[in-house]
């Protein structure tokens, strides 16, 4: 199927652009935020399969493979795509585990691999650890595809959607630096190897300090993969302790933005250290309203949600879909977060 999508971001004084691309089939992201390696062997894939499947008609099954089952960002996300496949005519199943942790994701994808489902797209919690399971659900004739973050070896997906996420990390590179005036150490938290989207979060941002903002220090980045968001919190408040001029942070996910907060809330320093946190739930936004954090980068799980079904729908239908597509994200601040045109990038744990 031939099809152009698009994304947008509100250009305001207080909205920075962070645009997503535009895909045509078997095409890939152009621009910055492509998925290292989610180009020619993805393309190519999806060109295959397009010449090779026979068009199917009836109702494809398709199964959601989330990150984590209980976080705003892929519930909202689910939301999205249950929407989509009540319109079309799909039948969803959605799972995940309750933690971010390959070992967990991993018997999840072998039972919906028993189940046969025509179509599978996950998010995977390990770029190469969730290989050899979406391999062997390929070697059973499931078209795979991927949300939000990817695999190293995209030879194996029909598509992929997923944030622009490292035009993403410079957005929130340029938002941190206006905050603290341009200059002093920032520090970055929850950068995390084999996880896509937080490498490229972390590319985008330290690029563009490098190439804008000589005067901005950075520190470094904190691994935040165990303890949640206490345990995170403990890990910022020690680099607090051990950095007196640190005026600014960038939390690259949910937790790691909570946790971030708290050490600073902790410290008394609330507004003296500037957050620039990732996501938009219901937590981040009140404390975005109290001054916490003083902007949010947000993205669109819903609409990734609903552009992985109709890609969904299209490979089971023996069409093609775009090798990748880019979704938008917006800079949130406590002046726009009422504004009509930004709520819809704030997430929800319920369908409305």
């Known amino acids: 199927m031939n ?13 920075l652009a962070v645009a997503g691309c535009s895909s045509s089939a078997t095409s890939s992201t152009k621009g910055s935020g492509a998925t290292p390696g989610a180009g020619t062997s993805a393309a190519a894939t999806s060109a295959a399969d397009s010449t090779s499947a026979a068009a199917k008609s009836g109702t494809p099954k398709v199964t959601f493979i989330e990150g984590v089952d209980n976080d705003p960002f ?89 944030t ?39 590319l985008g941002f330290r690029a563009e300090l490098k190439n804008k903002w000589p005067n901005i220090k950075y520190i470094g980045n904190l691994f935040t993969n165990t303890g949640g968001v206490s345990g995170i919190a403990a890990l910022v408040s020690a680099k607090i302790a051990g950095t007196p001029d640190l005026v600014g942070v960038f939390a690259l996910a949910t937790d790691q933005s909570e946790g971030t907060n708290n050490a600073i809330r902790a410290a008394g320093k609330a507004g ?25 980068v947000a993205q669109q799980p819903a609409e990734i949600g609903k552009d992985a079904v109709d890609d969904a729908l299209a490979v089971y239908q023996g069409k093609s879909a775009p090798a990748h597509t880019g979704t938008g994200a917006a800079i949130i601040t406590a002046s726009n977060i009422d504004d009509p045109a930004i709520k819809k990038y704030v997430y929800s744990a319920t369908c409305s």
Not at 3 to 15: G, M, N, W, Y
Not at 75 to 89: I, L, R, W, Y
Request: proline share 3%.
């Open 3 to 15: 099809r152009v999508r698009s994304t947008f971001v509100l250009a305001t004084a207080t909205v």
């Open 74 to 162: 892929y519930q909202t996300m689910a939301c999205g795509a249950k929407a989509e496949a009540t319109k079309v005519g799909v039948d969803l199943n959605v799972q995940g585990a309750n933690n971010w942790d390959v070992s967990l994701q991993t018997p999840i994808v072998q039972s919906v691999v028993a189940a046969h489902p025509d179509v599978m797209f996950i998010a995977p919690n390990d770029a190469t650890g969730m290989i050899a399971p979406l391999k062997a659900g390929k070697a059973a004739g499931i078209k795979v595809g991927t949300v939000d973050t990817t695999i190293n070896d995209t030879s194996l997906l029909s598509f992929s959607v997923s």
């Open 164 to 202: 622009d996420n490292v035009a993403a990390g410079a957005a929130a590179a340029d938002a941190l630096a206006k905050l603290v005036g341009g200059k002093g150490s920032v520090l970055l938290v929850g950068e995390q190897p084999g996880v896509s989207t937080a490498v490229q979060r972390g």
């Open 272 to 296: 003296k250290i500037k957050v620039v946190g990732f996501d938009a739930d219901t937590t981040q936004v009140q404390q975005l309203k109290q001054g916490v954090v003083q902007a949010l």
